[in-house]
């Protein structure tokens, strides 16, 4: 979320860059880590295609041509997690979600619509006077829809039904042709004259993106109602004005306005939807990515990357390739040049330097990977997986899933954080129960609701199996059920077992990632298959599957460095796709320093680093197994540190990036 001190905005680049150059020049994980990671999966057949002069100029003009996809997500519905650390990480958001009270929630919406209230207002920036306030209730019933449409919670629909009725009640008493807020119209008087604001329509994309899923998860028709309402005030508001004018206005943070509409369209089948959402096409942003352009320097990372999403959905509904390029360039300049090992992206919420200069970046402040933005960068990357069913979207996927999503979210109170600080000595700092509610804590909610959206897709012949996460899969279309059973990543490997009905023809796909050290193999009834496949890859298996069909999977994982583009001596440690943090104790630690913050104050409680001396190119000379599974310790050092998952560390200060000689 865009503070309101914004940064400095250092001169835009002009650099132009072919593709076969940027593979070449190796990003975040420049390293023996992978080069074919780093290969931007689009393109090989789109090199030396950039158009020479802008795409989008003048007006745009909407046809609806639907894009097939290669493959589609089970609906949430289809996927249960078993037990294991995602299924901790859902049930402790899921308590979070429940104990939120839907009146307190409502205060800001009743008070503006002059409506009785005796709840006591919340904090943080969900205060009455807070210029984003009721931003977090629309994140609320997309939790509540997707926690209904992931676990079957019917006191969370209960809740959300509620919400959606309340929040109907305040739109109608406040009688201005829709507009539904937690604050009065006239911030976006300020908004059109360019008056200082903090970002109206951002919080109004959260609404209505929250009445969007209380509508395809729960089926709720009050909601359909009232975010029509809702688009017709904001097609309204934007249609009168200039292009330029317009323009100007999309400076200002709207979130995911375009993403929402182009949904509400492709719900609808009403075209007008999408009409209004190309209103909020932000040129200045989208023309140097559609020529291939990395021109992100000085932007807010988080502002930007819905606005991609909404692109990647403008694309599927219209097939127009202007909106595919952006799309897809962002993608993968974010993933291979604006990405740490963890997968975060940003500084100080910002992309603050030239393309793979992110050791230079790290050193400019400790405010290091938004979680939004892994938030909104995963979700982009199940769109650009979906057209092409490359496995390579998964590497980044997992990586981001595993270091920056799973151990984000506080063990029991289900707390989560703002910045994933990856300053040496940091440590990570969680929201309150009731005085944070930063944008954080907001797609924080989401996320642990829908962890089970990913793991598998399919196309017409079968099943793509993506992530190593216990689950099982219920595609009652092919009575087919697949139960996936591990303990990955402290176990190397995964089993996937059948039950069906009836025999059934159908193709297995299981993802090969581009981590594993040798080859991955497989095992079909305890009998080793021929079946063998690269890294980065699918393994294929096509035959008719009967129940109790088991197939075990091995997925070897080994030591790897990660090291920074512009100072290869700047190295972080993984272990598959896990990254490894040094544990520096405890020290100077206090709970009031842990919880409450946006992220620690690293240079005001400094701490010695240790750096290391490598034995060789292989980590193995140096680094050594500890005893627990995905335990290390370094060896041979002046001071030696003990290595493990930063997932799993917890009020302890820690470091990712090593000075290694
Ligand atoms: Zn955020």
Known sequence: MEKAVKHPRPPALLTRRGFAGLAASLGALASPVAAQQLTAPEAAHREGTAPETPPFQGGLSFTRKVVPLKVRPFALGKVRLLPGPFLEAQEWNRAYVRRLPPDRLLHNFRVNAGLPSS????????EPKCELRGHFAGHYLSACALLYASTGDKEIKAAGDYTVAEMAKCQAKLGAGGYLSAFPVEFFDRLDARQRVWAPFYTIHKIMAGMLDMVQHCGNKQALETLQQMAQWADRWTSGKTEEHLQSILNTEYGGMNEVLYNLAAATGDVKWAQAGDRFTKKRFFNPLA????ELRGLHANTHIPQVTGAARRYELSGDMRFHDVADFFWYEIVTARS????????????LTQPRHLAEELGRSEATAECCCAYNMLKLTRHLYSWTADPRYFDYYERTLLNH????IHPETGATMYYLSHTPGAWKTFSTEDQSFWCCTGTGVEEYSKLTDSI?????DGVFVNLFIPSELDWAEKGLRLRQETKFPEQPGTALVVSADRPIPLTLRLRMPEWLDGRGSVTLNGKPLE?????GSYLTITRTWAAGDRIEVALPMGLRIAAMPDDPRLQAVLYGPVVLAGDLGSQGLTKEMTIGSEGPDVEHLPLEIPSFKAAGADPKNWIQ????PLAFRTTGQSRDVALAPLNRLFDKRYALYWRVS
């Open 119 to 126: 709840a006591s207002p919340l904090g943080g920036w969900e």
């Open 291 to 294: 020529m291939r352009r990395d």
């Open 340 to 351: 740490y090992a963890t997968g975060g992206t940003s500084n100080g919420e910002g992309w």
């Open 405 to 408: 999503r799973l151990g984000t």
């Open 456 to 460: 598998y897709f399919h196309d017409d």
């Open 531 to 535: 079946a063998s496949a690269a890294p």
């Open 625 to 628: 197994p500890a005893g627990e």
